[in-house]
């Protein structure tokens, strides 16, 4: 069975950082696309980061440059997303998707090309 679940969200002071996990199985790693979106109240789900399964490279949505930095374990099946220097429009529920094809997830629409979701972990940036 196919399944992705998020870990490491909470309530972090601006300037603070986090590290998601988002664990997967029943499928391969080396043969999917992982991307983090996330979701603020009233706002559309937007790709955050993304890492591409045939070349291993790297995608990052203009708010988080500088700031996140996505990883992929293959041996544990696992992929993080390091999030430093947050910042309070950080704040939303983060979700992991999974892809088959090259699916770079800050263009616009590629949400739709992600097919297996986990169910989210809440981070919040706040003093």
């Known amino acids: 069975q196919l399944q992705l679940v998020e870990s490491g969200g909470g309530l972090v002071q601006p300037g603070g950082s986090l590290r998601l996990s988002c664990a997967t199985s029943g499928f391969t790693l080396d043969y999917s696309s992982i991307g983090w979106f996330r979701q603020a109240p009233g706002k559309e789900r937007e790709g955050v980061s993304c890492?591409?399964?045939?070349?291993?490279?790297?995608y990052y949505a203009d708010s988080v440059k500088g700031r996140f930095t996505i990883s992929r374990d293959n041996a544990k099946n696992t992929v993080y997303l390091q999030m430093n220097s947050l910042k309070p429009e950080d704040t939303a529920v983060y979700y992991c998707g999974r892809s088959i094809v090259q699916a770079i997830c800050v263009r616009p629409g590629a949400r739709l090309l992600y097919d297996y979701w986990g169910q989210g972990t809440q981070v919040t940036v706040s003093s």
């Open positions: 890492i591409i399964s045939s070349d291993g490279n790297t």
